[in-house]
């Protein structure tokens, strides 16, 4: 079959583009299963020179990846540009579309109405796809592939999947071929930024109440070949990568195949530097753990800690303590790791007293730097969501293709709170992203990261980006101070695609 593959996502924020890896897997297992494959990333270009791209390949089945629905904190909506080019492919005579990608998987069912392609996919899509490829080369006109969504008889059939769980049928990571990485040009990315990237493992086991990961990749880990992403590093680094992205979920769970991860980069003496997402789950953060990551090339790590206050983090199912939070921070700090802590501001369960134990978190560990993300966004099928309908904060019937944000009951106190620390602290240590406050910010950074070239630790950079150019930092303040959150509540009528 000829698969015309489109990565669709333009955005640049908050520090230039973002690679776009499904680009490379859906790509590479697709070539590898004997199919014809032109792979389209649209980042550099303009929608409008789309069929110019595709030249006179004439594709059998298109596939579209959609990364984002949203940017929560530019309040941006991407559907309404994709859906444009998913009309412009049917007025061209494109059939046999298929959807997927990490946006459209938080949301699929409303994403599958909205864009009414002829497939979609929900999670990861290297099977799903083959599935489809293959059954409609044989003419099949009904597929049991797990989490499908499709018409049949102009009727949409939902595969079961879509439970997660551990029941889900997982399919063996080695089934993926290596990647060769050669349809995406990575060198672009890091030339805009640095955003070039790689996954060592998928799933997570944890179930924090505002994340949709355990929805889109499962709950189970299943984790590539240390070997095999050892090759990985030294094939980008042959094309001139000079640091990456680890997009995993959370690097650290589980800490042993981080471990052995991080012994085959030392063994391969790799020398590319890295950033990793990392969560201080109780025990998987050993000091073991972090020395060998900083001998791996790991320069920074982004470490979602969202409270401060150990009930409210029961409550939203975050398996951490303060004490473990306080040793793992000064443990990077040790080991020359660049740190920083994210929080977020707003969850159940988080009034004043929450909050203010929170920020002497945040005093005790002095991390380099502080993202604050004031609101959690609710997505569907997730314990936030449950408790948001239990509260009466949000209706049963609510739709998830409005941006839609957790309010909690002491949000003005709480952000009265932050405010004040936050002007009492130098700018440059910390950033608040409430909803709508981000347009100068994340337009500056990105601004900046792309004019100069910057590339590699992401949080160092904006740290030196708002060192530099105070203007960044005040932007965001003032947009703070304005209350433009206040038009940014629950379901605000304007943000309907
Ligand atoms: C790493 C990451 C980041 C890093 C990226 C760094 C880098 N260099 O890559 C950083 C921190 C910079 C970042 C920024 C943002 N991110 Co982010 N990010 C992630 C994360 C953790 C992993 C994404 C990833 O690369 N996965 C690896 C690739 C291989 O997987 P994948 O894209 O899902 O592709 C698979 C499937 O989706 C499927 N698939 C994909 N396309 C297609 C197409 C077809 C046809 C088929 C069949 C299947 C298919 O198959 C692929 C292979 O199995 C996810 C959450 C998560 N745990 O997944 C959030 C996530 C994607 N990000 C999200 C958001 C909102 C953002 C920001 C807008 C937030 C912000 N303001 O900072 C920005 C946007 C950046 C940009 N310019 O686009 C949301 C998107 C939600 C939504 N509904 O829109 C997510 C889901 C997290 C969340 N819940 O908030 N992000
Ligand atoms: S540990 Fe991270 S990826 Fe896992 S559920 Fe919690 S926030 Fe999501």
């Given amino acids: 079959?000829?698969?015309?593959?489109?990565?669709?996502?333009?955005?640049?924020?908050?520090?230039?583009?973002?690679?776009?890896?499904?680009?490379?897997?859906?790509?590479?297992?697709?070539?590898?299963?004997?199919?014809?494959?032109?792979?389209?990333?649209?980042?550099?270009?303009?929608?409008?020179?789309?069929?110019?791209?595709?030249?006179?390949?004439?594709?059998?089945?298109?596939?579209?990846?959609?990364?984002?629905?949203?940017?929560?904190?530019?309040?941006?909506?991407?559907?309404?540009?994709?859906?444009?080019?998913?009309?412009?492919m049917r007025a061209r005579g494109y059939r046999n579309i298929i959807m997927g990608g990490n946006g459209f998987s938080t949301m699929a069912r409303q994403c599958f109405e909205y864009f009414q392609p002829?497939?979609?996919?929900?999670?990861?899509?290297?099977?799903?796809?083959?599935?489809?490829?293959?059954?409609?080369?044989?003419?099949?006109?009904?597929?049991d592939t797990p989490g499908l969504i499709y018409r049949?008889?102009?009727?949409?059939?939902?595969?079961?999947?879509?439970?997660?769980?551990?029941k889900r049928p997982y399919r063996d990571l080695s089934e993926i071929p290596p990647l060769?990485?050669?349809?995406?040009?990575?060198?672009?990315?890091?030339?805009?930024?640095?955003?070039?990237?790689?996954?060592?493992?998928?799933?997570?086991?944890?179930q924090c109440s505002y994340c949709v990961t355990p929805n889109t990749q499962g709950r189970k880990v299943r984790v590539f070949e240390p070997s095999r992403i050892a090759d990985e590093f030294e094939q980008l680094g042959r094309q001139g990568v000079k640091h990456l992205y680890i997009t995993d979920a959370e690097f650290n769970l589980p800490p042993q195949a981080a471990l052995e991860l991080c012994e085959e980069l030392i063994r391969r003496?790799?020398?590319?530097?890295?950033?990793?997402?990392?969560?201080?789950?109780?025990?998987?953060?050993?000091?073991?753990?972090?020395?060998?990551?900083?001998?791996?090339?790991?320069?920074?790590?982004?470490?979602?800690?969202?409270?401060?206050?150990?009930?409210?983090?029961?409550?939203?199912?975050?398996?951490?303590?303060?004490?473990?939070?306080?040793?793992?921070?000064?443990?990077?700090?040790?080991?020359?790791?660049?740190?920083?802590?994210?929080?977020?501001?707003?969850l159940p369960g988080q009034g004043p007293d929450e909050l203010r134990e929170t920020l002497e978190l945040v005093d005790a560990c002095k991390p380099n730097f502080t993202f604050f993300y004031v609101d959690p966004w609710i997505y569907?099928?997730?314990?936030?969501?449950?408790?948001?309908?239990k509260e009466g904060k949000l209706k049963p019937d609510w739709n998830p293709l409005e941006l839609t944000y957790y309010r909690s009951e002491h949000a003005d106190t709480l952000l009265k709170m932050l405010k004040r620390y936050a002007l009492r602290h130098s700018p440059s240590e910390m950033s608040?992203?409430?909803?709508?406050?981000?347009?100068?910010?994340?337009?500056?950074?990105?601004?900046?990261?792309?004019?100069?070239?910057?590339?590699?630790p992401m949080n160092k950079l904006i740290h030196q980006v708002t060192t530099k150019h105070r203007l960044a930092s005040y932007a965001m303040f003032t947009r703070f101070q304005l209350g433009r959150l206040k038009d940014a509540m629950l379901g605000a009528p304007e943000r309907k695609p």
């Avoid at 992203?433 to 004019?451: D, I, M, R, T």
């Fill in 1 to 88: 079959m000829k698969l015309l593959l489109v990565s669709t996502n333009q955005f640049r924020e908050p520090l230039g583009p973002v690679l776009p890896l499904a680009l490379e897997f859906l790509a590479e297992t697709a070539a590898r299963a004997g199919h014809q494959v032109k792979a389209i990333d649209l980042c550099f270009q303009k929608d409008s020179e789309l069929f110019e791209l595709v030249g006179d390949f004439v594709p059998d089945v298109v596939g579209i990846s959609m990364r984002n629905t949203y940017d929560g904190s530019t309040m941006s909506n991407f559907l309404p540009r994709v859906h444009d080019l998913i009309t412009a």
């Fill in 118 to 143: 002829d497939f979609a996919v929900v999670g990861e899509g290297e099977f799903p796809l083959l599935d489809i490829l293959n059954g409609l080369q044989s003419g099949a006109t009904s597929f």
């Fill in 152 to 166: 049949r008889d102009g009727k949409v059939v939902e595969n079961p999947l879509i439970e997660l769980g551990p």
């Fill in 180 to 206: 060769s990485r050669t349809f995406v040009d990575s060198m672009a990315y890091q030339r805009a930024g640095g955003m070039a990237n790689i996954q060592t493992k998928r799933g997570c086991p944890m």
């Fill in 269 to 346: 003496k790799n020398t590319i530097g890295w950033s990793c997402d990392v969560r201080p789950v109780n025990n998987a953060l050993p000091n073991e753990l972090i020395e060998a990551m900083a001998k791996a090339g790991c320069l920074e790590v982004n470490m979602t800690v969202d409270t401060g206050n150990d009930t409210v983090a029961r409550l939203n199912h975050l398996s951490q303590t303060r004490q473990g939070v306080i040793d793992a921070t000064l443990s990077f700090k040790k080991f020359g790791i660049y740190i920083m802590h994210g929080y977020v501001v707003g």
């Fill in 380 to 389: 569907p099928r997730t314990p936030l969501e449950a408790m948001a309908i």
């Fill in 432 to 456: 608040v992203l409430a909803p709508g406050n981000a347009p100068p910010f994340g337009a500056f950074l990105s601004q900046k990261v792309e004019e100069n070239g910057y590339f590699g």
